[in-house]
Nanobody, 117 residues
Framework: QVQLVESGGGLVQPGGSLRLSCAAS????????MAWYRQAPGKQRELVAI???????NYADSVKGRFTISRDNAENTVHLQMNSLKPEDTAVYYC???????????WGQGTQVTVSS
């Protein structure tokens, strides 16, 4: 079945950077809009950034100017470059993909990002 596997999470100090990656398998990746969501303890899951099949991007206001989403269709991978990290960015980050040609949508298992001194 479809697999989305995240990597790159960890512990970082405020002001630091992390790069998350999500590797997709068993899908035609170029037909998928891809996104990163996050969920902090006690809060609802929220959209962080999305990139369409044509490369159009959109970001949550809280991360604009600090985070960059990108995709590599040759490698079936989507990345989230996170700079100037803040403690409020602490959350489990999830990769999400949606087939633009059908109803299929899939989630990864999540990767923990902790921003703390």
């Amino acid at each position: 079945q479809v697999q989305l596997v995240e990597s790159g999470g960890g512990l970082v100090q405020p002001g630091g950077s992390l790069r998350l990656s999500c590797a997709a398998s068993k899908i035609i990746f170029r037909f998928y809009n891809m996104a990163w969501y996050r969920q902090a303890p006690g809060k609802q899951r929220e959209l962080v950034a999305i990139i369409t099949t044509t490369g159009t991007t959109n970001y949550a206001d809280s991360v604009k100017g600090r985070f960059t989403i990108s995709r590599d269709n040759a490698e079936n991978t989507v990345h989230l470059q996170m700079n100037s990290l803040k403690p409020e960015d602490t959350a489990v980050y999830y990769c999400w993909g949606r087939n633009v040609l059908g109803p299929e949508a899939n989630w990864g298992q999540g990767t923990q990002v902790t921003v703390s001194s």
